[in-house]
Nanobody, 124 residues
Framework: QVQLVESGGGLVQAGGSLRLSCVAS????????MGWFRQAPGEEREFVAV????????RYADSVKGRFTISRDNAKNTVYLQMNSLKPEDTAIFYC?????????????????WGQGTQVPVSS
């Protein structure tokens, strides 16, 4: 059974920073795409960032470009999301996801495995 476990969420003030982590267990993800998505209250889940297996390809949603950075440590089966200059509109539950495929995508429905999510409330 594949499991993804997120951590690092919590209340933060606007302008602050957080680093989310997602540890994968059950199989090795060094060759697989991993991504972050988020779901704000009353909204649909949306793409945030994606990273290829090697870490050489990264894509970001326009709303987070220049503020968020995705990275991975394959030796630790872990993907990170560094979030800087947080805004109240970033408030959401953040989910880690993984693809069996090696092709990066921003499409939510093409990810095969999901974590349980970690909450990130940003106060103004």
């Amino acid at each position: 059974q594949v499991q993804l476990v997120e951590s690092g969420g919590g209340l933060v003030q606007a302008g602050g920073s957080l680093r989310l982590s997602c540890v994968a267990s059950g199989r090795t993800f060094s060759g697989n795409v991993m991504g972050w998505f988020r779901q704000a209250p009353g909204e649909e889940r949306e793409f945030v960032a994606v990273i290829s297996g090697s870490g050489g390809t990264k894509r970001y949603a326009d709303s987070v470009k220049g503020r968020f950075t995705i990275s991975r440590d394959n030796a630790k089966n872990t993907v990170y999301l560094q979030m800087n200059s947080l805004k109240p509109e970033d408030t959401a539950i953040f989910y880690c996801a993984a693809r069996r495929s090696t092709i990066p995508t921003m499409a939510l429905n093409l990810f095969d495995y999901w974590g349980q999510g970690t909450q990130v409330p940003v106060s103004s």
